[in-house]
């Protein structure tokens, strides 16, 4: 693998991980796993705590979703099997996360400099 791919695969294993675990669009995905409950603070921002439900297989898949690290590692995983076995599905999923991941962190940039 040369160094252009493994890159492509840091950024889209980034952004697939993110999605999984972070992004408001997957929570049907978290939903049957974690239970999320907001406590407004003092200050009047708010704070989320993250319930594992269940036993078991749903209990380790809860436990895997609420661990950023825990899924990169298996988003990992996922992708450069996907990549070894099934390049032509894979590269393109890849690609356009890749993309997306680049693209999250150009707005950050961005907002975090406009906001100074």
């Not at 493994?6 to 049907?28: C, E, G, M, N, P």
């Not at 705590?49 to 609420?66: A, P």
């Not at 076995?85 to 400099?113: D, H, K, M, N």
């Amino acid at each position: 693998m040369d160094f252009f791919y493994f890159l492509l695969l840091v950024f889209a294993s980034f952004r697939l991980t993110r999605l999984l675990v972070f992004d408001q669009i997957t929570k049907w995905i978290r939903t049957p796993f974690l239970e999320e409950k907001e406590h407004q603070l003092e200050d009047g921002s708010v704070e989320i705590h993250v319930m594992i439900k269940g036993r078991g297989l749903k209990r380790w898949i809860g436990e895997l979703l609420s661990c950023y690290w825990c899924t990169g590692v298996w988003c990992s995983i996922f992708l450069l099997a996907g990549y070894w076995l099934l390049p032509i599905y894979f590269i393109p999923i890849i690609l356009i996360l890749a993309v997306a991941a680049g693209a999250s962190i150009v707005e950050t940039v961005v907002q975090r400099l406009s906001n100074h």
